[in-house]
T-cell receptor, first 114, second 116 residues
Framework: AQKITQTQPGMFVQEKEAVTLDCTYD???????LFWYKQPSSGEMIFLIYQGSYDQQNATEGRYSLNFQKARKSANLVISASQLGDSAMYFC???????????FGTGTRLQVFP | GAVVSQHPSRVICKSGTSVKIECRSL??????MFWYRQFPKKSLMLMAT?????????EQGVEKDKFLINHASLTLSTLTVTSAHPEDSSFYIC????????????FGEGSWLTVV
């Protein structure tokens, strides 16, 4: 069965520092996609970054990068130069095959302090 | 700007009544949309796949008669919580993508349902 694991319930980081949020996954399907979303207290799910299973290079989107280690089945999110506005819940999610259904991890609450 | 819109953002209803939540794709057509439920401080759990022009596909353990899903057009899916009870109080959120299997799946703003 497909599964997403986020082992960090909470993380603290100082403003302007980088932080890594961990995500491991398990699937037997060779085709899959990995997503990271940010969820502020308002509840909306903000798409951050995507990595496809066949992508050769790690995805990057501005201050966000995804450290994709396929053999280890990990897809960690790296946020560089943290900002106070980055404080939120962060969810790792995996697409099942080529559908758009997502399986979510339990999330990591990131708090950025001055 | 938002590409998937959800309404209402917050709703309070009395026990025993029904409440409808709408999910719209704003600038694209979506043959499938997805409905998730999120309990406080928990993760998102997929409830069902909304299929345009056909019946929704429900995940195991989700009562289809309780959570009615209608996808009458390519831009609108609705979730109706029937005969609501306090335990139905939750955050409901929908998603859609412009291209199946693509690299971006968009979510609506979510709807907070409180049943009193």
């Amino acid at each position: 069965a497909q599964k997403i694991t986020q082992t960090q319930p909470g993380m603290f980081v100082q403003e302007k520092e980088a932080v890594t949020l961990d995500c491991t996954y398990d699937t037997s399907d060779p085709s899959y996609g990995l997503f990271w979303y940010k969820q502020p207290s308002s509840g909306e799910m903000i798409f951050l970054i995507y990595q496809g299973s066949y992508d050769q290079q790690n995805a990057t989107e501005g201050r966000y990068s995804l450290n994709f280690q396929k053999a280890r089945k990990s897809a960690n999110l790296v946020i560089s130069a943290s900002q106070l506005g980055d404080s939120a819940m962060y969810f790792c999610a995996m697409r099942e095959g080529w559908t758009d259904k997502l399986i979510f991890g339990t999330g990591t609450r990131l708090q950025v302090f001055p | 700007g938002a590409v998937v819109s959800q309404h209402p953002s917050r709703v309070i209803c009395k026990s025993g009544t029904s409440v409808k939540i709408e999910c719209r794709s704003l600038d694209f057509q979506a043959t499938t949309m997805f409905w998730y439920r999120q309990f406080p401080k928990k993760s998102l759990m997929l409830m069902a796949t909304s299929n345009e022009g056909s019946k929704a596909t429900y995940e195991q353990g989700v009562e289809k008669d309780k959570f009615l899903i209608n996808h009458a057009s390519l831009t609108l899916s609705t979730l109706t919580v029937t005969s609501a009870h306090p335990e139905d109080s939750s955050f409901y959120i929908c998603s859609a993508s412009k291209e199946q299997g693509g690299n971006t799946i968009y979510f609506g703003e979510g709807s907070w349902l409180t049943v009193v």
